[in-house]
């Protein structure tokens, strides 16, 4: 793929020029990578700096006793922060990037990114701007984990990603996006399902209340 059709997902980056921006996008290359990719682990040295075009990844830190957290995606147009902040520190990474579907992204050599980043202010605005945004969507994470209930939360989220009343989601999946464990999502399931607010099948989730649901979860959270 040429970088003028790569750069169009990427308008902020479309008009930067300099040598070495050009050297960057040189060595720029585009690969498909199938859904379920391993990205980096806790503890690996950055190699890379990536631009997703299409798909999804996931950036989620996982506990010793088997907990999960999903802190964020990466998604078409965005580039991982994470990454950023390895790169910009030469520190490993502190959590695992899985890709959730399959996903096409742009991907830089780390020693090119960096010397880019020196010399290219449009670059660098373009990674402060989505190191930004993402900092605060994960202070507001903090925020919910750390000050409201998980009832509130779980009501919340069944709201958010319900499609046409209803969710493709196991219990463990649900545990991992909302940083708690298995057995008390599932505790909390059965008792929205025993007031009539839900119905649980296999790897699906009907809802039947959604006013109720409403009435717990808190708006700030939806």
């Not at 059965?190 to 119905?199: A, D, I, P, Q």
């Amino acid at each position: 793929m040429r970088a003028s059709a790569w750069l169009a997902s990427f308008p902020a980056l479309s008009s930067l020029q300099g040598p070495a921006w050009q050297q960057l996008l040189a060595a720029a290359r585009v690969q498909q990578l199938p859904a379920g990719t391993a990205l980096f682990h806790v503890g690996q040295t950055c190699q890379q700096f990536m631009l997703v075009l299409s798909g999804s990844v996931r950036v989620e830190k996982n506990a010793v006793n088997g907990r999960e957290l999903v802190l964020y995606r990466v998604e078409a147009g965005q580039s991982c922060i994470l990454t950023s902040a390895c790169l910009l520190g030469g520190s490993p990474y502190q959590a695992d990037g899985v890709t959730e579907t399959a996903v096409e992204a742009v991907v830089i050599p780390a020693a090119i990114f960096r010397q880019a980043l020196d010399s290219c202010a449009g670059l660098r605005a373009f990674v402060f701007e989505q190191y930004s945004q993402r900092i605060t969507e994960l202070l507001m994470l903090v925020e919910a984990v750390t000050f409201s209930r998980l009832d509130e939360r779980l009501a919340a989220y069944l709201l958010r990603h319900a499609e046409q009343g209803q969710l493709q989601q196991t219990h463990q999946q649900l545990a991992a996006e909302l940083g708690s464990a298995r057995e008390v999502v599932s505790r909390l399931l059965k008792e929205f399902e025993r007031n009539g607010w839900l119905r649980l099948q296999r790897g699906r989730i009907q809802l039947e209340n959604q006013q109720a649901l409403a009435q717990l979860g808190s708006p700030e959270l939806r």
